[in-house]
């Protein structure tokens, strides 16, 4: 238990978690554990590296043992591999033997598929209803983009504003303007100039 808080908190870092690889005894399927034992997490590892909880049932592994999934995901025991012993060699059963492991696995390739492919048409169905989502926002946008276009029409029109012409130019009343100019009204007149 130890361990997988660790695994997590390393994949949560980033860190590379090294994880075992084994395949079914179909040679196709693979799962990938921190180790393949009791109460360890099992993840079947698809075409394009997706990692997906192992669906419930038991599973022959490839080097014979079975592994058993209670809860989807969690390995509830591994068995060693069945041992044969022959206690009167019958000619039936041993063709039904590799059937039934044939039955096994090909039952646990089925269900492994139908897991892959619901989380595939899942994840295309979400997709498209986000899709749906945004044209709908996209819509909405292009209907304020059009009253927007309405209000900068009506702000073409131009504003009143100040005329310059209109200026009214105050004219200036000049006391004693008929008065002999003095010294003091040059002085004056090159300081205020």
């Not at 361990?3 to 994880?19: A, P």
């Not at 419930?56 to 592994?67: A, K, P, T």
């Not at 999934?69 to 041992?83: F, L, Q």
């Not at 927007?148 to 009506?154: A, G, P, R, S």
Request: avoid cysteine; aromatic fraction near 4%.
């Amino acid at each position: 238990m130890k361990t997988s808080v660790i695994n997590q908190i390393k994949t949560l870092l980033g860190m590379e978690v090294k994880l075992e690889t084994m395949k079914l005894a179909d040679g196709v399927t693979i799962l990938e554990a921190d180790a393949f034992e009791m109460d360890k997490e099992v993840f079947v590892v698809t075409q394009d590296e997706q990692k997906i909880p192992v669906p419930v049932g038991e599973y022959e592994l490839e080097d014979g043992r079975i592994m058993v999934v209670e809860v989807e995901g969690i390995i509830m025991e591994v068995k060693d591999a069945p041992t044969t012993e022959e206690v009167a060699p019958e000619d039936e059963v041993a063709p039904e033997v590799p059937v039934k492991a044939e039955a096994k696995t090909a039952s646990a390739k089925k269900t492994i598929e139908s897991v892959v492919k619901e989380t595939f048409f899942a994840e295309i169905e979400r997709l498209t209803e986000e899709n749906n989502e945004l044209k709908l926002k996209l819509e909405n946008l292009s209907k304020v983009e059009e009253v927007t276009n309405e209000v900068t029409e009506l702000a073409d029109l131009k504003p009143i504003s100040f005329n310059p012409e209109n200026a009214n130019e105050v004219e200036h009343f000049q006391y004693g303007s008929k008065r002999p100019r003095t010294i003091m009204d040059s002085i004056l007149e090159k300081l205020n100039n």
